[in-house]
């Protein structure tokens, strides 16, 4: 959980982590891309940036043979970023040539950038590999068991400390405690990746894992936990093999195990304001069903689907019964995790419910669902609770729609409309036009309304979002102003996080490719937060601005943390956008060419 890490904790990182360089620029004039690259007929757009006037065209270069393959003029961006006055965005949407190229505006050149309808394509797997390195119990990116004695229970229909088998599952980030608020968003979004796109073993594989453990989180019909360990985990730098905070038990053996009562928890002072358990009902709902929709046809499965199936129903009906939400709970220190909304949660249990059973009464509980939770999301706002609309964006409207007739469809899709366009208006205060709070956590932001725009689309066949999305989704990859993909490794000869704050960072110096990080914060919220700090001098500091921040430091939790969520919410972005469409038409505006080409001037 991305919550207090003790000054002690990062006293006992590197202390002289290898800083590198700001990117490289002439004459102060600054390039920014998607590293990766893009399909041929998507959106294709850079940002140049600098103090001084900026250059009147740009070119885009062949990386192999260094000729011209595009020219085109800078459209001028109003606002100011950091030290920077300056801004033009860079439309090449118009060049679809496959190949790898760089951009060059005066004597400055971006980093080089791949054009295909294949360049997402190997994303998923790439971040597959985090979420494995992730795994409680044994790890295969260890070889190695960890946390073989969770845990003992609090709260709930139990004595206090009775035994429950709570092995497996994922670390939630560079921490060691696991939770099924986070862990059920991300094992529904993984299955519902791998029903959208390609079939991939990996990927079923990995979603099992989480399957299995939520499987032990439900021992009896009326039964549910949500949380192994808290706070008290944030003893130190370790190997999760190595494990040493003490729970009660003694130093490295069992862990807390908290029950969903859907009351306020907490064993000190830090109580959360947990009313029901619906948030956690919903979405463990989702993951079961959609577990039970893929294996059920498979003779060898049949007995597995059967059991996550009764598992969802059980679970739903707890939902029902405690409408509201349970948070994640804390023991010294006053950061949890602060869901508050829970109706679109149920809205996505109930929708894959009926998928799974067609019972009508499923599908009448979606629709009421759904317009509960109507457009009520983070979009358009500037500040929230950590976590509160949580998940990121709204999977219910989308896996309701095609079950539902056409006025209700029109009404589902407005209600992403609605949200989208508050972000719409947020970004333009930003020469980026990047639509989040850069709240803990905003990389999750960006990807959840990336991907919002891309099921907008799927759903209703209108592509007017598909410059949102590409601008949301090439932040990610390099396209912001420190410009550093925000997943680590990705692309490997790119610039992307590598201080991050993991253990496997601070003790072993080993790189756990394909983690997305937190993301760039308001810089009041990295002042603010306790124990987090930097190297310094800040090799970014001329691309810092008060409205994010961002460091490639251990030392900050707040926007170099990786994050077992986020990365699964990203697997299913690229999925969708891997098995998109391929369309002809454009509906962004491009610039002049030359070399056979065709274009408009902006």
Request: aromatic fraction near 12%.
């Amino acid at each position: 959980m991305r919550i207090l890490i003790t000054f002690v904790l990062l006293l006992l990182g590197p202390a002289d982590a290898i800083r590198r360089p700001p990117p490289h620029a002439e004459n102060g004039l600054y390039l920014r891309v998607n590293q990766v690259g893009f399909r041929s007929h998507d959106p294709k757009l850079a940002m140049m940036f600098g103090r001084a006037a900026l250059p009147e065209r740009f070119v885009v270069i062949d990386a192999a043979t260094r000729q011209v393959a595009f020219d085109g003029e800078p459209h001028a961006v109003p606002g100011r970023w950091g030290q920077f006055e300056r801004h033009a965005e860079l439309d090449f949407s118009a060049f679809a040539r496959p190949g790898r190229f760089v951009i060059r505006a005066g004597a400055s050149e971006s980093r080089p950038f791949d054009i295909g309808d294949e360049v997402y394509a190997p994303l998923p797997d790439r971040l597959l590999e985090f979420m494995r390195q992730q795994r409680c119990g044994y790890n295969p990116w260890l070889d190695a068991v960890c946390h073989p004695f969770d845990g003992r229970t609090a709260y709930g229909p139990l004595p206090a400390g009775t035994y429950l088998n709570a092995t497996g599952g994922w670390h939630d980030a560079g921490d060691q405690l696991k939770y099924l608020l986070t862990s059920s968003n991300a094992t529904a979004q993984m299955l519902l990746a791998y029903q959208m796109g390609a079939p991939s073993s990996a990927l079923l594989d990995e979603a099992r894992w989480g399957l299995d453990w939520m499987l032990k989180l439900h021992p009896a019909p009326d039964q549910l936990y949500h949380q192994v360990a808290d706070d008290r985990d944030h003893t130190g730098w370790r190997l999760p093999q190595n494990e040493k905070a003490d729970y009660g038990w003694g130093p490295g053996s069992y862990r807390v195990v908290y029950f969903a009562d859907g009351q306020p928890q907490g064993l000190k002072e830090f109580k959360s304001d947990s009313h029901g358990v619906a948030n956690l009902a919903g979405r463990y709902a989702a993951a079961m069903a959609l577990g039970y929709q893929i294996w059920k046809n498979d003779a060898r499965m049949a007995g597995y689907a059967a059991t996550l199936l009764r598992a969802g129903k059980d679970v739903y009906a707890l939902g029902k019964a405690k409408e509201g939400v349970q948070q994640g709970n804390s023991y010294g220190a006053p950061y949890r995790y602060e869901e508050t909304t829970w109706a679109d949660d149920m809205e996505w249990g109930a929708a894959e419910l009926f998928r799974a059973t067609r019972e009508r009464p499923y599908l009448d509980d979606a629709k009421r669902y759904a317009q509960l939770a109507a457009s009520e999301s983070w979009m358009g706002l500037e500040q929230t609770k950590h976590y509160q609309f949580y998940p990121f964006m709204n999977a219910g409207h989308f896996r309701l729609y095609d079950l539902v007739d056409a006025p209700f469809r029109r009404m589902l899709a407005d209600y992403y409309a609605a949200g989208i366009e508050r972000t719409i208006r947020a970004a333009e205060q930003n020469p980026y036009r990047v639509g989040v709070p850069f709240i803990w956590c905003s990389n999750n932001l960006v990807v959840a309304l990336a991907t919002e725009s891309v099921l907008y689309e799927r759903m209703t066949g209108d592509p007017r979002y598909e410059i949102v999305a590409a601008r949301q989704r090439d932040w990610l990859l390099g396209r912001n102003p420190w410009g550093v993909s925000m997943f680590t490794g990705i692309p490997m000869d790119g610039a992307y996080p590598k201080d991050v704050h993991l253990a496997a960072n601070a003790m072993l110096k080993r790189l756990v490719p394909g983690g997305l990080v937190d993301g760039p914060v308001y810089r009041r919220i990295f002042e603010s937060l306790k124990g987090v700090a930097i190297t310094e001098p800040d090799p970014l500091a001329v691309f810092q601005d008060d409205r994010a921040v961002y460091h490639d430091d251990i030392k900050d939790y707040s926007t170099n943390e990786p994050t077992m969520d986020g990365t699964a919410s990203a697997i299913l972005l690229w999925t969708l956008t891997t098995t998109k469409t391929t369309k002809t038409t454009k509906t962004t505006k491009t610039t002049k060419t030359t070399k056979n080409t065709k274009t408009t001037k902006p």
